[in-house]
């Protein structure tokens, strides 16, 4: 018997070369889109304007998401949310005498 063996086992996530976090953005902003569409139709706005601005939205996105997803890669939009949790520099505002001083340790009996 012959048995087909799954090759993708621990990759991430594909679609069209959108990968990991990208294919996310990219669907909640199209459903996000779709939404405000809905929504606006049903208030009452001109058909031509919801057109106007779903597609407009949509292509926005799609944009967006592909040149993000080329500019950063995989793992990229992690590694910028990272680095913007660590601090540039450390400040030190003690005086350097502080940190030279001995300080014998006590002895425990």
């Known amino acids: 018997m012959n048995y087909n063996i799954n ?3 621990g990759r991430t996530a594909e ?9 996310f953005i990219f669907a909640g902003g199209l459903l ?10 049903m208030a009452g706005v001109n058909s031509y304007i919801c057109l106007f ?16 997803n ?5 793992h990229g939009l992690m590694k910028i949310g990272a680095r913007k949790r660590h601090p540039r ?4 505002r003690k005086p350097v005498r ?3 001083r001995f300080t014998p ?3 425990v009996v």
């Open 98 to 100: 502080r940190y030279l």
């Open 105 to 107: 340790k006590l002895k």
């Open 7 to 9: 090759k993708g086992i």
């Open 70 to 74: 080329k500019k950063y890669g995989e």
């Open 32 to 41: 996000g889109t779709l939404i405000l569409v809905m929504i606006l139709y």
């Open 15 to 23: 679609f069209k070369g959108l990968k990991a976090q990208y294919l």
């Open 53 to 68: 601005l779903g597609a407009g939205g949509a292509s926005l996105i799609v944009w967006q998401t592909f040149s993000l």
């Open 89 to 92: 520099y450390i400040i030190c």
